[in-house]
């Protein structure tokens, strides 16, 4: 079996160290040998700055908690489900909903990088790249959740889904209690970013 | 047979920090740059998202560690462009002294982003593969975890889960085969399979989590049928 060892010479040591620098650098060299347009660069930052976040998500699952002929397509088919509303894109290909339940609480993970469905919540936050996540959400999800602020009762079971393949989950929180009279839109604004990853739940949005 | 990246089950790593903030956008202006520059280059379609990954888990170790997220895929790019001769030793050393060129045909164009961040680029393949294992059927990770092409080489099936016994979920259909796409070897799709693990299983009794479960996606090839 042929042992890789050109992994020992790194050529990223060439480049500056501060990050900052290093990113110029590389622009640099992208830029002027023709390979990056800086018009692709900005339009690429400028979509996942205002374009793509969490309320994309959010509307896919305030439909859900309305409209029971959604709910059913996002459970079967959560791809389709989210292209249906206008969601998909890289990350986003292979797409499974999870739903919570008075007896499961679903919570997702990637331990081996950072595996993430950014065309529906938008570019993962620090937590969810951290090692203390990464390591620890498969050994001891309930110690993880109760340092997000989120107690699992012990009948309730946790469902931990490490995504070590191109499927991204989305989880889909219960609907709180007291929101009977609330329409989709009102709703959506209940639904929080950590809510679908597993790590809280949906929150007022006057009290969050 | 592990690489750092590898890190499910690691103790040592103290508390999680959860955000205060409902959607943060990027904490520094660089981490947008350095995400920007990385999907500007890899739409030039020299390299795939599995050797992408795989050029992130190959850093040394202790860069890896001490890098930030962004940190690992800037110096992943720089790894790459030179590993697939798209830039020299010599141009990284010293990006001032290039000459500028016009853009190449190659290149994302500006207008172009926003349909190429839309697309789906699917890892889902039809092959006349019918899946081994149906719901509900019990299976063995093999053990020890390593890419069998490859020595060293990238791995989907986390070294915490080699070895045990789990229960198949569902199956995703036939997906490209990272150990083997990661290194520009095909794609080599296989059955895709969502498996349960009673985290037991994984960890043992001695757990406050022991009556949960973890579910990780495994290709056929992961997998021992149990007889």
């Known amino acids: 079996m042929p042992h ?39 339009a690429i930052i400028d979509t996942y700055e205002n374009r793509i976040g969490p309320q994309n998500g959010a509307r896919i699952v305030a439909k859900s908690w309305c409209d029971d002929d959604f709910r059913r397509e996002l459970l079967e088919d959560a ?4 292209n249906s509303l206008g969601y998909s894109g890289r990350q986003g290909g292979h797409v499974v909903a999870v739903e919570n339940t008075p007896d499961l609480h679903n919570v997702v993970v990637c331990t081996l990088c950072s595996c993430y469905p ?26 993880v959740l109760l340092e997000f602020g989120l ?4 009948g309730r079971k946790v469902r931990v889904w490490d995504s070590t393949a191109e499927i991204r989950y989305l989880v889909v929180p219960m609907r709180p209690a007291g929101t009977e009279n609330l329409g989709e839109n009102e709703l959506a604004k209940w639904v929080t970013r950590d809510s679908m990853v597993g790590t809280g739940l949906p929150a007022c949005p006057e009290t969050a | 047979m592990t690489r750092i990246h590898d890190m499910g089950g690691r103790f040592g790593h103290g508390p999680v920090k959860p955000s205060t903030l409902r959607s943060p956008k990027f904490e520094e202006p660089w981490h947008a740059r350095a995400l920007a520059l990385t999907l500007a280059a890899g739409a030039l379609g020299r390299w795939n998202q599995d050797s992408s990954r795989h050029s992130r888990e190959r850093l040394p170790p202790n860069d890896y560690a001490r890098f930030s997220y962004y940190e690992k895929w800037l110096a992943a790019l720089a790894e790459l462009l030179v590993q697939r001769n798209i830039v020299s030793k010599d141009e990284l050393s ?13 290149a994302l164009k500006g207008p172009e982003v926003a349909g190429a961040l839309a697309k789906i680029e699917p890892t889902a393949r039809k092959t006349g593969h019918q899946p081994r294992f149906r719901a509900g059927r019990l299976v063995r990770t093999r053990r020890p975890s390593g890419n069998m092409l490859v020595s060293g080489g990238h791995t989907r099936l986390p070294a915490y889960a080699a070895g045990c016994l789990g229960t ?16 520009f070897r095909g794609e080599a799709p296989e059955p895709l399979y969502a498996v349960s693990f009673e985290s037991s299983e994984l960890w043992g009794n001695s757990n406050s989590s022991s009556n949960d479960e973890i579910v990780l996606d495994l290709w ?3 997998l021992i049928p149990t007889d």
């Open chain 2, 94 to 106: 010293a990006p001032e002294s290039l000459p500028q060129q016009p853009l190449d045909g190659n």
């Open chain 1, 4 to 42: 890789d060892n050109s992994e020992f010479e790194h050529p990223h040591n060439l480049l500056p160290s501060d990050p900052e620098l290093r990113v110029k650098a590389l622009e640099t060299i992208l830029v002027r040998k023709g390979l990056v347009d800086p018009a692709a660069r900005d």
């Open chain 1, 151 to 154: 107690e699992i009762e012990r």
């Open chain 1, 79 to 82: 791809t389709s489900a989210a």
């Open chain 2, 168 to 183: 198949v979920v569902r199956c995703h259909g036939s997906h490209v085969l990272p150990d083997s796409n990661a290194h």
């Open chain 1, 118 to 143: 950014w065309p529906l919540l938008g570019v993962p936050p620090a937590w969810y790249k951290s090692d203390a996540y990464r390591s620890r959400m498969v050994r001891e999800p309930r110690q």
């Open chain 2, 220 to 222: 056929e090839s992961y």
